[in-house]
């Protein structure tokens, strides 16, 4: 990869960072899975996620290094045991990969629009488009096998109209008007990502070693239960069908599969991603009701992702990203 002689900006060293760091959390995953999905069709897949994510590595690794920065330490072989029973089943693999690759064209592409540098934009384009692939192929494989669970469809045809009234973002007292389709995409976004999410969890509290990271992940299973009940309501209110949900297939191992320090930090990129989610849906949403559930989820969200921060930073296992110079520390040694 050719490196430029140009210094990296903030906004570049910190996507390389966070890129690396999730790379590494996901690569231990991709390894168990391909050494224990059986479906054929779904091994292809997996095996182009792992080759993604190893390439990843590579050319991130090579720019700490151009640069002098230290390579972090992130997450290796020695976090997972690929020769652990099978855990999760290949359904919720096919889940799994493709909100991998829904995040990483999230993540990716702002880190493409944040980056300057003629090779960080070129890394990133390359990046971006690996995360496409993956969840396109994902897609087409779920929609192939029936599993694809798909938004509710508004059967009334759209006609331009404007909005007279105020009432038309009231959402406490009255009569309450019916979802607007933006605010059903939002909705459905959550549902779905908390379904996947208390899954994964079901699989990591059951593996768990430490107490306090088995209790930990106990209440994340809580809190995304809570979270799936409460937009459930607001499909039925407004008379649509509540998505489906898919059969997570987790099974009863209880032996060690990845380190609890692995889990905790994919455990924390869930709350942060769900963070942005539910930001993002909270400015598009109209009606106060629903803006003001975001809100109170944002709130519970983020007190959870504290506690979780707190936890790996009195074991020790969260790595510090890069910072500018503190002056007044060193004017003060």
Known sequence: MKVS????????????????????????????????????????IVNKAVVFSEEHLNDLTSIFKSEGHEVPRGYSKEDVDVDAPKLYSDIFVLHFLKNLGKNG???????????????????????????????????????SKGIYVRPPVMENKHKLNFIQKEAFLRGWFGERRTLTADEIAHI??????????????????????????????LRGIELATDIVDTLRLLFEESSLPVPMTWDAGITDVTTPVFSDQLMMFLNNS??????ANMGGSLALSMRRDIATKYLNRIKDIAL????????????GWMERPPQVIDRDHLLKK
């Open 304 to 315: 959870y992702a504290e506690d979780g921060f707190e936890l790996m930073i009195n074991y």
């Open 188 to 217: 459905f976004m959550n549902y779905q990502n908390n379904v996947l999410g208390k899954a994964l969890l079901t699989g990591f509290a059951q593996t768990a070693q430490d107490k306090k990271v088995k209790k930990y992940l």
């Open 270 to 275: 869930l709350s942060a991603v769900s963070l």
């Open 5 to 44: 002689n140009i210094s990296l900006t903030s906004a570049e060293l910190g996507s390389i960072w966070a890129s690396y760091m999730q790379e590494s959390g996901s690569l231990p995953l991709l390894k168990y899975f391909l050494q224990k999905v059986e479906d054929t069709d779904v091994q292809p």
């Open 105 to 143: 064209v999230s993540a990716n592409g702002l880190s493409l629009s944040s980056s300057t540098r003629e090779d960080i934009r070129a890394l990133y384009l390359r990046f971006l488009q690996h995360s496409i692939e993956i969840e396109e192929e994902t897609k087409s494989m779920m929609l």
